[in-house]
């Protein structure tokens, strides 16, 4: 009497297997091409310079979410800008661990809802970012120039030495520090009357060239690290243009000069008609003292 059951039983129990197992091939399906709907990114950029690196990608998600890993070269993944809506990614805490590493980094697309509950064994897609070596890749910054003076025939132009995200015992590094001798500097120089440009080169961030007394130049500054295959080159600095003052102070010169013999000549022209006075005054006073005397 309890086989009948049983077997009964086993019927509806089967039923219940078949369509979990239905639901969940559903489930599959339906996951598989909800993954394939997924946009994957594109156009994969490293935009860094003086090592503060960005990865930059497209396109805008509309109904997915980023996010970014990166590595180095036989290194682990690390998870960096988890879940973000955004089509970049700030890296340059993990490049300037060591600037001589090549670094990959791949950006992995999820659907919008996805949280904690998605199975996480299910991979994601991704795309690969170009290779990145941050001491041989990363661009030049604009140089400034941090100070310049020109006395007699020497011109002396110091070049900022511009700081890094680089650390060592917890200090930032600046580009000098980074890069050593592999730096230098070129100066374009110009007189300020003419457009003749000439040029000078430092390994360290200070020239002091030759130039003509009196003349005004005007300069600009570049960095350049001649042992890159490319990215060799930063964008000039603003120019500067020293002002030898001599215009101002020959004007002032003759300001001062005119004034003071102006008043000079006042003072002697006072002078002059004073004593000139005085004697005609003397003369009359004697003049009249005598007339009394005279007269009658
Ligand atoms: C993306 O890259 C492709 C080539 O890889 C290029 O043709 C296209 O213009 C790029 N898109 C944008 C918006 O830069
Ligand atoms: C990186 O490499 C350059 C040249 O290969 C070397 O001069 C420099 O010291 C290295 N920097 C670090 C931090 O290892
Ligand atoms: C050039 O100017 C810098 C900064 O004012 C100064 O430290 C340096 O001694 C000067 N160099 C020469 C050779 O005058």
């Known amino acids: 009497m309890t086989t009948p059951v049983g077997h009964h039983a086993s019927r509806p129990e089967a039923a219940v297997a078949l369509t979990l197992l239905l639901g969940w091939v559903l489930a599959q399906v339906a996951g598989a091409a909800g993954a394939a709907d997924i946009v994957v990114a594109y156009n994969l950029t490293w935009k860094s310079t003086n090592f503060k690196t960005i990865l930059e990608w497209e396109p805008k998600p509309i109904n997915h979410i980023y996010s970014v890993q990166i590595s180095p070269r036989l290194g682990d993944w690390k998870n960096k800008c988890f879940h973000t809506t955004a089509t970049e990614c700030d890296v ?22 996805y949280g904690h509950t998605s199975s996480s064994d299910v991979e994601p897609p991704f795309t690969n970012s170009p290779e990145l070596t941050p001491y041989l890749d990363t661009n030049l910054g604009q140089p400034t120039i941090q100070s310049f003076e020109q006395v007699g025939t020497k011109l002396n132009v110091t070049v900022q030495d511009a700081r890094t995200l680089v650390r060592m015992n917890g200090a930032f590094l600046s580009l000098r520090d980074v890069f050593g001798e592999d730096l230098t500097y070129t100066l374009y120089y110009w007189k300020a009357s003419s457009t003749g440009k000439k040029t000078a080169k430092t390994n360290t961030n200070e020239f002091l060239i030759d130039v003509d007394e009196g003349e005004n130049y005007c300069f600009t500054v570049q960095a350049v690290i001649s042992s890159r295959r490319t990215n060799q080159k930063s964008p000039e600095s603003p120019a500067e243009c020293s002002s030898q003052g001599r215009g101002i102070f020959r004007e002032l010169f003759f300001i001062i000069g005119t004034v003071v013999s102006m008043v000079i000549l006042l003072i002697i022209v006072v002078l002059v008609s004073c004593l000139y ?20």
């Open 92 to 113: 340059t805490d993990e490049i300037v661990k060591n600037v001589n590493q090549t670094y990959t980094a791949r950006v992995l697309s999820y659907p919008a809802g």
């Open 277 to 296: 006075k005085c004697r005609k005054a003397r003369v009359r006073r004697t003049g009249k003292e005598s007339t009394p005397l005279n007269v009658p």
